[in-house]
């Protein structure tokens, strides 16, 4: 299509070739709207300049391939929802937001996102089942929760910024724990993840398989810095080290995950519920003179009774606990000694 379409035309396409009624069925399946201008004006449709508006393709079930205006800066809520033989979208650069639920329930496998995108929305490509591949520019700033959640691959996830993209997704970019991902800086997978200090936005790694291990500099406090379920379901981390500076592991921050070594600072003085659980743990080093308090539970929670275990899962005969030297007998004496079967002093 060539020059400007207003709210009229749109109501045209939708009504004669997109839609599929009791009546008839559209046939249009590849629409190239890369010449095209949408303006203000006409009936029937709500249109803005330069916008493709809310719902405006929402449930045209013909569309296979879409080639969008190169001159849009917004791409609205809905704006292709239930386009579930929509396979293939072209953006150009100059988007600035992709709305909520924009593409959820299409039939995308590929996602780029062009340079330039600031915002992508609350479930924006939700249930895309067969999606396998994301690239996210460096210019976003803003991922809502489940924006690539429900899908039955692993999802590669290519990035150019790592620390620009945990304050970009504060909240879990998958939705289920069977929405796993892997995660490339550069095309270069992520396997070790140090996470710095002054970094205070409680980014959700949950459902990532790349880490293998994770370490907390000096000044970091997982107590107030760390999301609850932060690496759940993580299942191929293997080590993880708490420094000094942590005062509290939170809940669930673990759980489910793939971790045989951790290394935790002589702060940390509680471990909340389910913070390691089902763990295939082996060696845990706890550098605290005085036993923290485990299956700790905030005053603020109402946690039934069974889920309150800090190390509910690990195998007991398997897993060993090392302390500071001299704090042994207080270790045995506390809840410690309910999870792990061997306690040894460390020099």
């Given amino acids: 299509l060539l020059g400007e379409l207003n709210g009229?035309?749109?109501?045209?396409?939708?009504?004669?070739?997109l839609w599929c009624t009791a009546d008839k069925c559209g046939s249009l399946k590849k629409l190239d709207l890369s010449e095209v201008s949408i303006v203000e004006g006409g009936e029937s449709y709500i249109t803005q300049n330069n916008i493709v508006g809310n719902y405006m393709f929402i449930v045209c079930e013909t569309l296979e391939d879409v080639t969008l205006p190169q001159n849009i800066t917004a791409i609205g809520d809905a704006a292709f929802q239930g386009c579930q033989n929509l396979s293939k979208i072209t953006i150009f650069e100059g988007v600035q937001s992709i709305g909520k639920y924009a593409f959820s329930d299409c039939n995308l496998s590929e996602i780029i996102i062009p340079n330039g995108v600031e915002t992508i929305g609350e479930g924006a490509f939700v249930r895309n089942y067969n999606l396998n591949s994301v690239t996210i520019p460096q210019s976003v700033t803003a991922i809502e929760i489940s924006a690539f959640g429900y899908h039955e691959d692993v999802v590669d996830i290519y990035i150019q910024d790592l620390y620009g993209f945990m304050k970009a997704m504060p909240t879990a970019v998958m939705g289920l724990r069977s929405d796993n991902y892997r995660l490339y800086l550069n095309n270069v997978e992520v396997n070790e993840l140090v996470i710095p200090e002054d970094f205070t936005i409680?980014?959700?790694?949950?459902?990532?398989?790349?880490?293998?291990?994770?370490t907390f500099l000096e000044g970091f406090d997982t107590g107030s810095q760390l999301k609850t379920g932060a690496f759940r379901y993580c299942t191929n981390l293997r080590q993880a080290t708490l420094p000094n500076s942590s005062t509290n592991i939170p809940s669930e921050a673990f759980a489910d995950s793939g971790?045989?070594?951790v290394t935790i600072?002589?702060?940390?003085?509680?471990i909340s519920y389910e913070a390691f659980l089902?763990?295939?743990?082996?060696?845990f080093y706890c550098y605290s003179p005085i036993?923290?308090?485990?299956?700790?539970i905030p005053s603020n929670?109402?946690?039934?009774?069974?889920?309150?275990?800090?190390?509910?899962?690990v195998n007991m005969e398997d897993a060993t606990l090392y302390v500071p030297k001299g704090c042994k007998a207080a270790y045995e004496a506390s809840d410690w000694a309910n999870y792990f079967g061997t306690i040894v002093e460390m020099n």
């Fill in 301 to 313: 929670h109402y946690i039934p009774e069974e889920r309150k275990f800090s190390f509910k899962g």
């Fill in 278 to 283: 089902n763990c295939p743990l082996e060696t």
């Fill in 291 to 296: 036993p923290p308090t485990i299956d700790f």
């Fill in 265 to 270: 600072g002589n702060n940390v003085a509680t």
């Fill in 8 to 17: 009229t035309d749109i109501k045209f396409l939708r009504e004669n070739m």
């Fill in 259 to 261: 971790l045989t070594e």
């Fill in 202 to 214: 409680q980014t959700n790694w949950e459902g990532c398989l790349s880490f293998t291990s994770v």
